[in-house]
């Protein structure tokens, strides 16, 4: 089952590492991680989407406890949150203009430049969405796409 | 200086505990990443925001590309990209209303949820509007805020 764990962390050199080690040390590969300060920016925020089986991931979640500098691990999967993603797509220039303004308005993406030869759309969304505006820009010739990867935050 | 390091690698177990060991071994901290699959789902691009002394940044470049698994490292600090930043961020419900709604405007947030105790927005934008964003939201009382970290494409 995918998982979404959320770690707040102390902002020293090598918790990432650790972190990271501790999948990879067990075969598992993280889908996606990002690593940013949190307000305190003493602090910063894990997310990390990972698939494998439910009692390991339990187990993994123990071991990142117990790291020094990681303050808490909450394995929010099912929990109310919010998930999103941000991407960054730049497709090539040379086709149908009204057709890349139409599949940008439908997915609320902002087209942040436009040259001969390129055309760089930003857009946020859930999975799914997100998913949608890829398969939908596919055959006009993706050239560069660029994910941040999950964020999750609890409604609660 | 603050530099940008876009890194291509292949979905392999271990990989990203290799990369980020490269930063804590020499002591560096890295102040954003993301990894998340790109187009061919068999690669992952990695955004680290790092800063440090030039010449060491260049050595860890040249380190990360000998990397199995590494496909290839550009520092694309000064180049012509864009670099984006997700935001989420709940807020207590228990202000004024509209002066939540004017913010959000200004900066083209999206409301995903509005309860009797929070407010959580979604914002994307660069570094300064999201400063801006985050500083404007502060009074009213951050309860979380959790970000994407960087990602950056190329415009050229």
């Given at each position: 089952m995918r998982h979404t764990l959320s770690v707040l962390v102390q902002n020293e050199s090598g918790v990432l590492t650790k972190i990271s080690g501790l999948f990879s040390g067990r075969?598992?590969?993280?889908?996606?991680?990002?690593v940013a300060p949190t307000i305190d920016t003493?602090?910063?925020?894990?997310?990390?989407?990972?698939?494998?089986?439910d009692k390991i991931i339990e187990q993994?979640?123990?071991?990142?406890?117990?790291?020094?500098?990681?303050?808490?691990?909450?394995?929010?999967?099912?929990?109310n949150i919010t998930e999103r993603e941000l991407v960054l797509?730049?497709?090539?220039a040379?086709?149908?203009?009204?057709?890349?303004?139409?599949?940008?308005n439908m997915f609320n993406a902002k087209i942040i430049d436009f040259t001969k030869k390129?055309?760089?759309?930003?857009?946020?969304?859930?999975?799914?969405?997100?998913?949608?505006?890829?398969?939908?820009?596919?055959?006009?010739?993706?050239?560069?796409?660029?994910?941040?990867?999950?964020?999750?935050i609890s409604l609660d």
């Open positions: 075969g598992f590969n993280i889908e996606s991680l990002t003493d602090f910063s925020k894990v997310t990390i989407i990972t698939t494998g089986d993994i979640c123990k071991q990142l406890n117990r790291l020094i500098n990681v303050i808490k691990v909450v394995d929010v999967t099912g929990t797509i730049k497709i090539s040379k086709v149908d203009r009204s057709e890349i303004l139409n599949i940008a390129y055309c760089t759309f930003e857009v946020m969304g859930d999975e799914k969405s997100i998913k949608s505006f890829v398969e939908l820009l596919k055959p006009l010739g993706i050239k560069e796409l660029v994910r941040s990867g999950k964020v999750a």
